[in-house]
């Protein structure tokens, strides 16, 4: 019998870029596809594969029956509720941060460690966060190659990592900033959203975003480091299987709407030549190599969006160091930064319920 596949948070941001990845697919390997969400969500009408479905609320019944459930919540709701799939005889692929960092649990990219997803001694799978998500299927495919050694990274993070309330703020301060000639003196752009009943006190982020970049990304925990700049460090580890691999990163949040970007600097064990890892990103079906740096032809966030692959460009040998990689990558942190990760983590786990 065809599996059952169960999409829990399906009514918010990721679970509905979740159902345009599954409607856009040619095929579809489910017998079932069932739309869970909250109570408040609960008989709402989706229509998924030209059929109309109503979402049912989360409960343990839910997952009776389920054979994949695909978790798109907040880290407290999949902590509770990804073991109650599990129980039921679900395996639960889960892209929240509940269990990323579990031993006992997998964290797959399926390009990189496609071999960890039959592994289920909780029957839970992790799907990474979108800032490392962003860049793993190129250094994956470099480390193959070269032997990954070192990293440093810098994040270029867009509003939508932090939900619809950090959209929703970044064009309320486009709004107000507008055509004022703002930018160009310390303080401007604050006093602005101010005047316009947006003080920084009421946003998610802790500085403003209009004209601006803030360096601050995820939740402060302390000796200087925020949340983000510790999972591209603890995930990156994981997914590469290096345990000792020495990453420094800084998370900085930009006025892009969707589309993570980092700037990569890459040590590896062997040498590596611009022209070795082009080859080594083209022979990568999930990465596009944009490299023209001469006629400006390079990734953008803006060129990207709504895009599956991991766009790669700016590889250059960096001047001062041996053996390491400059290079440019952007990501949709919705698409394979979320939602596509997760749900290819699941079409490869079909075939086990078929
Ligand atoms: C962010 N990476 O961009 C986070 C979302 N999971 O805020």
Same mark, same amino acid.
């Given at each position: ?35 869970? !969400?909250? !109570? ?35 880290? &407290?709701?999949?902590? &509770? ?18 269990? =990323? ?9 399926? &390009?990189?460690? @496609?071999?960890?997803?039959? $592994? ?5 799978? @992790? ?6 998500? $962003? ?26 990592? !932090? ?8 064009? @309320?301060?486009?709004?107000?900033? @507008? ?28 500085? !403003? ?9 995820? $939740? ?16 990156? =580890? ?31 064990? =062997? ?44 590889? =250059? ?38």
């Amino acid at each position: 019998m065809a599996p059952v596949l169960a999409l829990v948070g399906a009514t918010g941001a990721v679970g509905t870029v979740m159902i345009d990845i599954i409607n856009g697919r040619e095929t579809v390997p489910w017998g079932e596809i069932r739309l869970i !969400a909250s !109570a408040r969500s609960a008989g709402k009408k989706i229509t998924v594969r030209g059929e109309e479905l109503t979402v049912v609320a989360l409960s343990p019944e839910a997952f009776d029956g389920v054979d994949i459930a695909m978790f798109d919540v907040p880290d &407290e709701i999949s902590a &509770e509720w990804a073991p109650i799939a599990a129980s039921r005889g679900a395996v639960a692929v889960d892209n929240s941060g509940a269990f =990323r960092m579990d031993d006992e649990v997998p964290l797959v990219v399926p &390009e990189v460690n @496609a071999d960890k997803v039959t $592994s289920r001694p909780k029957g839970i799978i @992790a799907n990474p966060n979108c800032t490392t998500l $962003s860049m793993m299927a190129a250094l994956g495919a470099l480390h193959r190659e070269f032997e990954l050694k070192e990293l440093v990274v810098a994040s270029y993070q867009a509003v939508s990592g !932090a939900g619809k309330e950090g959209v929703d703020r970044l064009y @309320a301060e486009l709004e107000a900033v @507008a055509g004022k000639g703002l930018g160009v003196r310390a303080g401007d752009v604050r006093e602005a959203l101010e005047a316009a009943g947006l003080p920084i006190a009421d946003s998610p982020f802790p500085a !403003a975003l209009a004209f601006n970049v803030v360096p601050s990304a995820g $939740s402060y925990k302390g000796d200087g480091w925020y949340s983000e700049e510790l999972k591209v460090r603890n995930e990156s =580890r994981k997914i590469l299987g290096i345990p000792d691999l020495k990453v420094s990163a800084t998370c900085v949040r930009v006025p892009v709407v969707t589309t993570h970007s980092l700037a990569v600097h890459a040590t590896f064990a =062997r040498e590596v030549t611009v022209e070795a890892a082009h080859k080594v990103f083209e022979a990568q079906p999930t990465v596009v190599l944009v490299d023209d740096p001469e006629n400006g032809v390079f990734p953008t966030p803006a060129d990207v969006v709504g895009g599956d692959p991991t766009y790669v460009g700016r590889v =250059r040998q960096a001047l001062d160091f041996p053996n390491t990689l400059d290079f440019f990558v952007c990501g949709d942190n919705l698409r394979k930064g979320a939602a596509l990760n997760t749900y290819e983590i699941a079409e490869q786990l079909a075939p086990e319920f078929s």
